[in-house]
C-alpha cells in the first residue's frame, strides 16, 4: 500500500519531503498516461512510500488545485520536536498550529502544496 | 510516518477499509482537541499505517467536506486485480477510471468520501 498526493511543483516538493522531512527519493519517472511525472519516496523509519503525482497544463488531470480535506494530513515521528520545529522554521516552513494533551503534543507545517505535516515526538 | 484522511461517516469509512480493502482496525479512540473520533487501521501487507479522521458539527475541523485534490490517491496491491474489481463492484464499489500500459494496468473506485483509491497488481 502506498499514498500518492498531487503536488503543484515536483521539484520544490522532492526537495521539501527529502530535506525538511528526511525521506529518501526512490525514483522519478515521466507517465505517458497522465502525461505527467512520478516522483517516488521512503520514509525514514521505512515502510511507508509516498508518491508525489505531477500533472502538467494540458494533462487532463491538470484541474484547478485544491488541497482539500481527504488528506487530513500526513505524520512524521521526530526524536525532538523542538529541534524538529526549529529546522523546519530554518527551512522555510514555520509552525501554523499546535495541540496538546497532558501527554502528547502534535504541532504542524504546511508543505509547498498547501497539505498539512505534523511532527510528533 | 503514517497518512491521516479526513472522513465523512466513520462506521461506514471503517468498514469500507477492511471489508473491501482487507485493513485491519488498531484502535478507536475520541480526540478532546478536535472534539471528533479517531479510527486506525493498519495495511494487510503491513507498514503503512492510515488513520481515519472524523470532525462532528461543532468542531473547528468540521468545515465543509471537500476530497480536494492535496490526496491524489492510495494505492493497493491485490493479487488478482479481476477478482478484487469484481468483489469491489459486488460491495457496492464499481470501477470509475483504469489505466493501462503495455505493463501495468491500475483500476480506481471510489471511498465513501469521494477519495480515488487504486488497485494494481
Avoid at 526537495?15 to 520514509?43: C, N, P, W
Amino acid at each position: 500500500m502506498y499514498t500518492g498526493i498531487r503536488v503543484k511543483d515536483l521539484d520544490r516538493s522532492i526537495d521539501f519531503y527529502t530535506r525538511v522531512l528526511g525521506m529518501k527519493l526512490t525514483g522519478r519517472a515521466k507517465i505517458q498516461a497522465t502525461k505527467g511525472e512520478v516522483a517516488g519516496l521512503a520514509s525514514e523509519d521505512g515502510g511507508h512510500e509516498l508518491e508525489l503525482n505531477f500533472y502538467p497544463k494540458g494533462s487532463r488531470f491538470a484541474t484547478r488545485y485544491l488541497a482539500g480535506h481527504g488528506l487530513d494530513h500526513l505524520a512524521f515521528r521526530v526524536e525532538d520536536i523542538d529541534r524538529a520545529i526549529r529546522e523546519a522554521e530554518e527551512a522555510g516552513y514555520p509552525p501554523v498550529l499546535e495541540m496538546k494533551t497532558e501527554k502528547s503534543r502534535w504541532v504542524y507545517i504546511v508543505d509547498p502544496n498547501g497539505i498539512y505535516i505534523e511532527l510528533f515526538a
